[in-house]
């Protein structure tokens, strides 16, 4: 059985950094494709940043040089650097996978994701 774990969230002032973690289990060969959306109170989930295996980063332009997407060495954690946080970025943060490799211009379309974390708070303070 397949399971995301989020960690990381928390509170943070504005200009502030977190990092959060994603951890996959139950699947041997792991994931090509995971990434990380944000469901801010009132709103749809949304794309923030995905991480291809095989290839490709790609991150919503809200995002863009202030959040960096990873993985370790053995593919099996997923990472997001978060710097420069803004109140903006206030949200649940939801871990993804898919369970095949996602061309770019699908990406950040939630529906092609397959498995989903419980999320993760992330709150910034003004």
């Known amino acids: ?3 995301l774990v989020e960690t990381g969230g928390g509170w943070v002032q504005t200009g502030g950094s977190l990092r959060l973690s994603c951890s996959a ?3 041997t060969s792991g994931f090509d494709t995971m990434g990380w959306f944000r469901q801010a109170p009132g709103k749809e989930r949304e794309f923030v940043s995905t991480n291809r295996r095989s290839g490709g980063t790609y991150y ?3 995002v863009k040089g202030r959040f960096t997407i990873s993985r ?3 593919k099996t954690t997923l990472y997001l650097q978060m710097n420069s ?3 903006e970025d206030t949200a649940v943060y939801y871990c993804a996978a898919a369970n095949n490799r996602l061309i770019s211009s699908s990406v950040g379309d ?3 994701y397959n498995y989903w974390g419980q999320g993760t708070q992330v709150t910034v303070s003004s």
């Open 1 to 3: 059985q397949v399971q």
């Open 25 to 27: 289990s139950g699947r």
């Open 60 to 62: 919503a332009e809200s």
């Open 72 to 74: 370790d060495n053995a």
């Open 85 to 87: 946080l803004k109140p």
């Open 110 to 112: 939630q529906r092609m």
